[in-house]
């Protein structure tokens, strides 16, 4: 086991060690990973003149950087390593930002910053279409809209600032112009606005749960890993819920000074999300309760936060998501609902599979004390006040029981008395004699038939040169022909089945009907008839009539195994509950699926006597207890749980109270939180009222 602890742990080591460095890789490559997540179409090799035109641009760019002293931090790098060059049909958001006494542009696909060459910024279109090389600190563009960078390389040397009195904006169009003021990362509490779902955190509650579960019906061996497995999915959804994101998740905001006004420029959203609001020709989305506040800023100067897709996140003095999630976070409960469907779909397998129910029916009949009782006599196990839980101990002599729905429907007519399901236990258990007509006729035919078939030296009637003859030519005679159609008759008097014994008679008497046949047989007209047989047709003959005679047996053999498990009235019945016998004997030599059916019906009455007194001697834990309509006392007994058992049944009760627990806590915070939910706009929209309608403001949320 400590090898094994040892490998394991090594093994966990050696992933952790690698996910962080594939996370640290991964990180490194944050822009290189956009370009592959946009990507649809395939991508190609960067050939040599675009190589070498590339690093003489980024060469010329930095001499001119370097003598105006300009800041250079994350300026493109060539990557070595990857060559491919991706084609991008997007848009393309350009922004204006100020750096000491010079403006320039910056330029975003989606939410990444891209690096864009002066050269090709005419050809910008509304929707374009480039090609962008990979490199280490963001991607850069080398063709826009079918120019490349490699044809301007005689213009390289053009400065890209501008002066600050241009006031540069984003769009030449007006007077209304936006100031980047700068870029910020999105605060956690934005971040949970967009994306805090709870979903992933609930499938490794669930998936740590179903681990659990699943360990309750493996080999031991096997249960102390998979409740590690359980363990760290459980532990890893609530490192979920306390762990902060990466700063690589977190959105970045852009931070503008300017006047919105009361118009749209490109008009690129829909309707409903426009509202005809716009900062220096970018649209502007605000949230749906905002609407009624927004004019308060409209047409003076307003600082506005917002993303690349133009959602804004603050405006002026009091508008600010952050604030409202702040003092009043809207509340997702999606990973409760998650967890109340399953906690309740687990718990329903929990109490109806019968291994685990039983445990919880166990478990708390032991909450309320169990006793141990030894019994002797079934009027002493009559009168005693039991109870589920209790654990009985019984001794005596008693009958065995095979339940009907234990009995199988495949060869019903196999006795076997040994599979003692269940013990009836009476004061006096009568042994009933097993006769039957049937019975004795059927064993009348089988014997004349095979006492003419094959008789002794002296069987025959006939004399001595007679039967050398007989036997020389292979012929089998029959010299009592009318006893074995009389023995039909008796067999088969009530019961058409023997159409087929009775047809072959016929063929031998020479007759034209049964009836026929019969009548000459019993009016003594066939008493000095012989019928000789070839030795194929006495076979068949033989055949014919052992299985004739077979399936009026087995309805007799049928019929006393249902008799034997019959109880009387009143007294005791003890079964198992988990359908294995109560009393064990020694395996039988012999196959008793290769005796005949007469050889079934004479071994049921030789063993008829152990069968109806059993010694027995048996226990277990009480599990159910119920009473028939003839007055018979039902016992369902589950044997002690040994050390295996306890562990599942201790493991299964500590499951059945988790799911327990996590069922009622999501159903009070999903009521809890539908409320607060319902409470909370009301309460921002107060906030927002007081705010812009009185003075002094509140200051609650600064």
Same mark, same amino acid.
């Given at each position: 086991?400590?090898?094994?602890?040892?490998?394991?742990?090594?093994?966990?080591?050696?992933?952790?060690?690698?996910?962080?460095?594939?996370?640290?890789?991964?990180?490194?490559?944050?822009?290189?990973?956009?370009?592959?997540?946009?990507?649809?179409?395939?991508?190609?090799?960067?050939?040599?003149?675009?190589?070498?035109?590339?690093?003489?641009?980024?060469?010329?760019?930095?001499?001119?950087?370097?003598?105006?002293?300009?800041?250079?931090?994350?300026?493109?790098?060539?990557?070595?390593?990857?060559?491919?060059?991706?084609?991008?049909?997007?848009?393309?958001?350009?922004?204006?930002?100020?750096?000491?006494?010079?403006?320039?542009?910056?330029?975003?696909?989606?939410?990444?910053?891209?690096?864009?060459?002066?050269?090709?910024?005419?050809?910008?279109?509304?929707?374009?279409?480039?090609?962008?090389?990979?490199?280490?600190?963001?991607?850069?563009?080398?063709?826009?809209?079918?120019?490349?960078?490699?044809?301007?390389?005689?213009?390289?040397?053009?400065?890209?600032?501008?002066?600050?009195?241009?006031?540069?904006?984003?769009?030449?169009?007006?007077?209304?112009?936006?100031?980047?003021?700068?870029?910020?990362?999105?605060?956690?509490?934005?971040?949970?606005?967009?994306?805090?779902?709870?979903?992933?955190?609930?499938?490794?509650?669930?998936?740590?749960?179903?681990?659990?579960?699943?360990?309750?019906?493996?080999?031991?061996?096997?249960?102390?890993?998979?409740?590690?497995?359980?363990?760290?999915?459980?532990?890893?959804?609530?490192?979920?819920?306390?762990?902060?994101?990466?700063?690589?998740?977190?959105?970045?905001?852009?931070?503008?000074?300017?006047?919105?006004?009361?118009?749209?420029?490109?008009?690129?959203?829909?309707? @409903?999300? #426009? %509202?005809?609001?716009?900062?220096? &020709?970018?649209? +502007?989305?605000?949230?749906?309760?905002?609407?009624? /506040? !927004?004019?308060?800023?409209?047409?003076?100067?307003?600082?506005?936060?917002?993303?690349?897709?133009?959602?804004?996140?603050?405006?002026?003095?009091?508008?600010?998501?952050?604030?409202?999630?702040?003092?009043?976070?809207?509340?997702?409960?999606?990973?409760?609902?998650?967890?109340?469907?399953?906690?309740?779909?687990?718990?329903?397998?929990?109490?109806?599979?019968?291994?685990?129910?039983?445990?919880?029916?166990?478990?708390?009949?032991?909450?309320?004390?169990?006793?141990?009782?030894?019994?002797?006599?079934?009027? @002493?196990? #009559? %009168?005693?006040?039991?109870?589920? &839980?209790?654990? +009985?101990?019984?001794?005596?002599?008693?009958?065995? /029981? !095979?339940?009907?729905?234990?009995?199988?429907?495949?060869?019903?007519?196999?006795?076997?008395?040994?599979?003692?399901?269940?013990?009836?236990?009476?004061?006096?258990?009568?042994?009933?004699?097993?006769?039957?007509?049937?019975?004795?006729?059927?064993?009348?035919?089988?014997?004349?038939?095979?006492?003419?078939?094959?008789?002794?030296?002296?069987?025959?009637?006939?004399?001595?040169?007679?039967?050398?003859?007989?036997?020389?030519?292979?012929?089998?005679?029959?010299?009592?022909?009318?006893?074995?159609?009389?023995?039909?008759?008796?067999?088969?008097?009530?019961?058409?089945?023997?159409?087929?014994?009775?047809?072959?008679?016929?063929?031998?008497?020479?007759?034209?009907?049964?009836?026929?046949?019969?009548?000459?047989?019993?009016?003594?007209?066939?008493?000095?008839?012989?019928?000789?047989?070839?030795?194929?047709?006495?076979?068949?003959?033989?055949?014919?009539?052992?299985?004739?005679?077979?399936?009026?047996?087995?309805?007799?053999?049928?019929?006393?195994?249902?008799?034997?498990?019959?109880?009387?009235?009143?007294?005791?019945?003890?079964?198992?509950?988990?359908?294995?016998?109560?009393?064990?004997?020694?395996?039988?030599?012999?196959?008793?699926?290769?005796?005949?059916?007469?050889?079934?019906?004479?071994?049921?009455?030789?063993?008829?006597?152990?069968?109806?007194?059993?010694?027995?001697?048996?226990?277990?834990?009480?599990?159910?207890?119920?009473?028939?309509?003839?007055?018979?006392?039902?016992?369902?007994?589950?044997?002690?749980?040994?050390?295996?058992?306890?562990?599942?049944?201790?493991?299964?009760?500590?499951?059945?109270?988790?799911?327990?627990?996590?069922?009622?806590?999501?159903?009070?915070?999903?009521?809890?939180?539908?409320?607060?939910?319902?409470?909370?706009?009301?309460?921002?929209?107060?906030?927002?009222?007081?705010?812009?309608?009185?003075?002094?403001?509140?200051?609650?949320?600064?």
């Amino acid at each position: 086991m400590s090898s094994l602890v040892i490998i394991l742990a090594i093994f966990i080591i050696s992933l952790i060690i690698m996910a962080s460095f594939l996370n640290f890789r991964w990180r490194r490559f944050d822009n290189a990973r956009y370009l592959l997540s946009v990507t649809k179409i395939a991508s190609r090799k960067l050939n040599a003149d675009e190589y070498q035109s590339i690093e003489s641009y980024l060469k010329n760019t930095r001499l001119l950087m370097e003598q105006g002293r300009q800041h250079q931090a994350g300026y493109p790098v060539l990557s070595v390593k990857n060559e491919n060059v991706y084609t991008i049909s997007q848009p393309i958001t350009r922004f204006s930002s100020a750096r000491e006494d010079v403006h320039h542009w910056r330029y975003y696909l989606d939410e990444t910053e891209i690096h864009l060459p002066v050269l090709l910024e005419p050809f910008i279109k509304q929707q374009n279409t480039i090609e962008i090389v990979q490199t280490t600190s963001m991607p850069l563009v080398i063709a826009v809209n079918s120019h490349f960078l490699k044809d301007y390389q005689q213009d390289l040397p053009i400065p890209r600032a501008m002066a600050k009195t241009e006031q540069a904006s984003i769009q030449k169009n007006g007077n209304s112009r936006a100031n980047l003021l700068h870029a910020r990362k999105e605060t956690l509490e934005e971040h949970r606005l967009r994306y805090s779902t709870g979903i992933q955190e609930g499938i490794l509650m669930c998936m740590g749960l179903s681990a659990w579960f699943v360990a309750l019906f493996l080999p031991i061996p096997m249960v102390p890993w998979l409740m590690l497995v359980a363990f760290l999915c459980i532990l890893g959804s609530f490192w979920q819920h306390f762990r902060l994101p990466s700063s690589r998740k977190l959105s970045n905001i852009h931070c503008f000074s300017g006047i919105p006004k009361h118009w749209g420029v490109f008009s690129e959203f829909e309707p @409903e999300q #426009r %509202k005809n609001i716009s900062l220096g &020709g970018i649209d +502007l989305i605000y949230p749906a309760h905002w609407e009624p /506040y !927004v004019s308060h800023d409209l047409d003076q100067n307003t600082d506005i936060d917002m993303y690349t897709n133009g959602h804004v996140v603050r405006q002026g003095r009091y508008l600010s998501l952050h604030e409202e999630e702040k003092h009043y976070p809207y509340q997702r409960y999606r990973k409760n609902l998650i967890l109340l469907a399953f906690s309740l779909f687990a718990m329903s397998l929990l109490y109806f599979h019968q291994p685990v129910s039983l445990s919880m029916r166990l478990s708390l009949a032991w909450l309320y004390g169990s006793n141990t009782e030894v019994i002797t006599s079934f009027t @002493e196990l #009559r %009168k005693m006040p039991l109870k589920p &839980g209790d654990v +009985l101990k019984v001794k005596g002599i008693g009958m065995c /029981y !095979v339940p009907p729905d234990l009995i199988p429907e495949v060869n019903i007519t196999i006795f076997a008395p040994f599979d003692c399901y269940g013990i009836y236990w009476n004061s006096e258990t009568p042994l009933p004699i097993l006769e039957s007509d049937v019975i004795e006729n059927a064993s009348a035919l089988i014997t004349a038939v095979s006492k003419q078939l094959h008789p002794g030296e002296n069987g025959r009637k006939v004399n001595s040169s007679l039967n050398e003859a007989i036997a020389k030519s292979g012929m089998i005679l029959l010299d009592n022909f009318p006893q074995i159609i009389l023995h039909t008759r008796n067999l088969c008097e009530k019961n058409p089945d023997c159409h087929r014994l009775k047809n072959a008679l016929v063929n031998l008497g020479n007759a034209r009907n049964w009836d026929e046949l019969l009548n000459d047989a019993e009016n003594g007209k066939l008493d000095d008839a012989k019928v000789l047989l070839r030795g194929a047709s006495a076979d068949a003959l033989e055949k014919l009539v052992d299985m004739t005679t077979a399936s009026f047996i087995h309805q007799e053999i049928k019929k006393a195994s249902v008799l034997v498990n019959s109880p009387s009235p009143g007294g005791v019945l003890l079964l198992s509950d988990e359908d294995r016998a109560l009393i064990e004997y020694p395996m039988r030599v012999g196959n008793m699926y290769e005796h005949t059916a007469l050889d079934r019906w004479q071994e049921l009455q030789f063993l008829l006597e152990m069968l109806m007194r059993t010694p027995f001697e048996t226990g277990g834990i009480v599990t159910k207890l119920s009473e028939d309509a003839n007055g018979t006392l039902h016992i369902m007994l589950h044997r002690e749980p040994d050390s295996t058992d306890l562990i599942r049944y201790l493991g299964s009760c500590l499951l059945l109270a988790i799911l327990l627990a996590t069922f009622t806590i999501n159903v009070i915070i999903i009521i809890k939180k539908r409320q607060k939910n319902q409470q909370r706009l009301q309460n921002i929209t107060t906030y927002y009222d007081n705010c812009f309608n009185s003075s002094p403001p509140p200051a609650d949320w600064r």
